[in-house]
Nanobody, 123 residues
Framework: QVQLVESGGGLVQAGGSLRLSCAAS????????MGWFRQAPGKERESVAT????????RYPDSVKGRFTISRDNAKNTVYLQMNSLKPEDTAIYYC????????????????WGQGTQVTVSS
């Protein structure tokens, strides 16, 4: 079982930036895809970024494309989410996740979740 620990959340004004980090332990990090999800109050959890095991393939929904960037450092067993031009609608708890896939992470196949980190964007 892999353990995931997120950090980097906080309060930021609209238009600002934050970088989230997720440190992984417990299995070979570089063999699996990683993903970031978020859940806002009263809404379903949604994927905001995924990255393949090598980092060569990334995926984003239209809602964050061009503003969010996912990256990974396999030597440090860490995945990052750089969030720029933040909007109040980006306010949510952000979760790091992984499964058994190598190219992407689908919510239904997630095997490990982090504890989540709160991101609040004020207008």
């Amino acid at each position: 079982q892999v353990q995931l620990v997120e950090s980097g959340g906080g309060l930021v004004q609209a238009g600002g930036s934050l970088r989230l980090s997720c440190a992984a332990s417990g299995r070979s990090f570089s063999n699996y895809a990683m993903g970031w999800f978020r859940q806002a109050p009263g809404k379903e959890r949604e994927s905001v970024a995924t990255i393949s095991k090598s980092g060569g393939t990334t995926r984003y929904p239209d809602s964050v494309k061009g503003r969010f960037t996912i990256s990974r450092d396999n030597a440090k067993n860490t995945v990052y989410l750089q969030m720029n031009s933040l909007k109040p609608e980006d306010t949510a708890i952000y979760y790091c996740a992984t499964g058994r896939g190598t190219w992407t992470v689908v919510e239904g196949s997630v095997s490990s979740w982090g504890q989540g980190t709160q991101v609040t964007v004020s207008s």
